[in-house]
């Protein structure tokens, strides 16, 4: 097998082992969700294909290792009839990482699973200047790590304060993490300051007489974050989305922008570096707003 060949099985999923004529076949799982029947074909792959074991990656990947050469394309097509395709490698949209958001965890806020499955279905797999990686944390708790994303999506609930049942007790400023709540008894007010407010719903949640609130849940998005061997955080852009086809349409403009501004094998903050995240904001404020 020549190294075109190899290049080509890597861009599939197939990755060329330490050990000759062996390789890890790396699974196309979205946000980490398989069914238990899908669980027993892996299991099933890999003792019939493999040597039995399995490899968990840091995304919330399945990688069955030690596949001979010659079984490739027969772990491919059994394990395709229950719906567990093999992933991709090379600069490509990567396998979109994803928390039980608000469908399973009390702190979610979003439903990061159904968006992850948004992503996936129009954006997996297509070409980019270079790997290219989406994590969605449901709520600031930020499981998923969004900052060190190329793109990350973390969810975002508004407090909103009442008054009415409001005994300024200053809990909901006590449990604030950015300090963003002064309360003034004196004044009967307390005032909430939303650029300062990350969004967590604390004071929502620990107000004894509901006088905090919940206003509108929303996303908060980040560019330019990736991790390896030269790390960079990603940074805040726009403002906080409303809508699920607000924040599709924001990926949609930020791949075209990286198709168009990105260098081959430039990482995505890397090109923002390059840029500047002005350039990047303007597009997407347009694109956001075509999109309404």
């Not at 930020?142 to 005994?167: F, H, M, Q, S, V």
């Amino acid at each position: 097998m020549n190294i075109d060949d190899y290049k080509e099985l890597k861009k599939g999923g197939m990755m060329r082992q330490k050990e000759a004529g062996r390789f890890s076949v790396r699974l196309h799982i979205v946000g980490g969700d398989l069914s238990a029947e899908q669980l027993r074909a892996i299991c099933d792959a890999a003792e019939k294909f493999g040597r039995g074991t399995v490899h968990l990656t840091a995304r919330q990947g399945v990688e069955i290792p030690n596949v001979p050469t010659e079984s490739l394309a027969a772990v491919k097509e059994f394990l395709g009839t229950t719906g567990v395709g093999v992933g991709v490698c090379g600069p490509t949209v990567r396998t979109v990482t994803a928390c039980q958001g608000c469908r399973v965890c009390p702190s979610g806020v979003i439903d990061a699973p159904e968006l992850a499955l948004a992503v996936d279905r129009e954006f997996y797999g297509q070409p980019v200047p270079h790997k290219f990686k989406v994590g969605i944390s449901g709520c600031a708790n930020n499981c998923l790590k969004a900052e060190e994303n190329d793109i990350g999506i973390k969810g975002w609930i508004e407090p909103r304060w009442g008054g009415k049942a409001c005994t300024f007790c200053g809990i909901c400023a006590a449990v604030c993490p950015s300090k963003a709540i002064e309360v003034s008894p004196d004044q009967a007010v307390v005032s909430v300051s939303l650029a300062g407010c990350i969004g967590c719903g604390d004071c929502i949640e620990s107000c004894p007489t509901r006088a905090m609130g919940e206003g509108n849940r929303g996303y908060r998005l980040y560019a330019g974050g990736k991790f390896g061997r030269v790390p960079l955080l990603g940074r805040k852009i726009l403002r906080i989305l409303c809508s699920p086809e607000e924040v599709m349409a924001a990926v949609r403009s930020v791949i075209e922008f990286y198709r168009a501004e990105g260098r081959s094998r430039e990482r995505f903050g890397d090109t923002l570096m390059r840029t500047g995240f002005p350039a990047l904001d303007s597009r997407i404020t347009e694109r956001i707003a075509e999109s309404s």
